[in-house]
């Protein structure tokens, strides 16, 4: 029944938000029944995971249940920017993310690639014991160049920088990004201007993107120096 559905919805929303590599609950759906409206809220993560939820009951409403407001930070929602941004980076102080994001969109998607088609042997190597859970994100990112070109397969590195390459792993982070939709319910979204890992830019460009598709209760909030 959508009592159950709401539940489950709960359930699922959390525990997706809830462990990663970078550990730690931080996204929560707070659902209150019988015709009443709730709130989400989330962070990194979880923030991504809670406007991906919001887009959800927005498009496939439950009976009863509406969202009264979001409130979102640091969810880097344009995957395909975040990629963008990173590989065109000289430098990028989080490389176990992006390790962790090839990684997952492989095993997740069924491509069975090897790792040796993302990364240079000298990593390639080591990805699947990296990020085995045992260790955490700092602990990973002290085994990764922080420069994309050194830790990246040439070819794999170019192609990146090339529309008419990698098409396959490129339609998938298009397909689970959040910018080309807009929100109904009043969003808040806060991101740190100095965040080394999810880029204050992501943000922004996901806020016009947002705006463009008829989104007029949305807005950004800069965490100065955060």
């Given at each position: 029944n959508s009592l159950k559905r709401v539940q489950y919805l709960e359930h699922v929303v959390y525990f997706v938000g809830l462990q990663s590599l970078y550990g730690g609950p931080s996204t929560r759906l707070r659902f209150q029944y019988a015709g009443r409206r709730g709130d989400s809220k989330g962070f990194?993560?979880?923030g991504f995971v809670t406007l991906?939820?919001?887009k959800l009951i927005e498009a496939t409403p439950i009976g009863g249940l509406s969202l009264?407001?979001?409130?979102?930070?640091?969810?880097?929602?344009?995957?395909?920017?975040?990629?963008?941004?990173?590989?065109?980076r000289g430098s990028y102080n989080d490389p176990a993310y992006l390790a962790f994001m090839l990684h997952s969109y492989n095993a997740v998607n069924g491509w069975n690639r090897s790792m040796n088609e993302f990364f240079k042997p000298a990593y390639a190597s080591r990805i699947a014991s990296l990020l085995d859970g045992s260790s955490d994100a700092e602990a990973v990112n002290?085994?990764?160049?922080?420069?994309?070109?050194s830790l990246l397969d040439a070819t794999f590195y170019a192609n990146m920088q090339n529309q008419n390459e990698e098409k396959q792993l490129k339609s998938a982070l298009s397909a689970n990004s959040?910018?080309?939709?807009?929100?109904?319910?009043?969003?808040?979204?806060?991101?740190g201007t100095a965040d080394a890992t999810v880029f204050y830019e992501n943000s922004q460009l996901s806020l016009d993107r947002f705006k463009a598709a008829g989104s007029t209760s949305v807005t950004l909030t800069p965490v100065p120096g955060g």
């Open positions: 990194s993560k979880g991906g939820a919001q009264k407001a979001v409130a979102a930070g640091a969810g880097g929602y344009d995957i395909t920017g975040m990629m963008n941004s990173i590989i065109s002290a085994q990764l160049s922080a420069n994309p070109a959040l910018s080309n939709w807009g929100p109904k319910t009043a969003t808040g979204m806060y991101q």
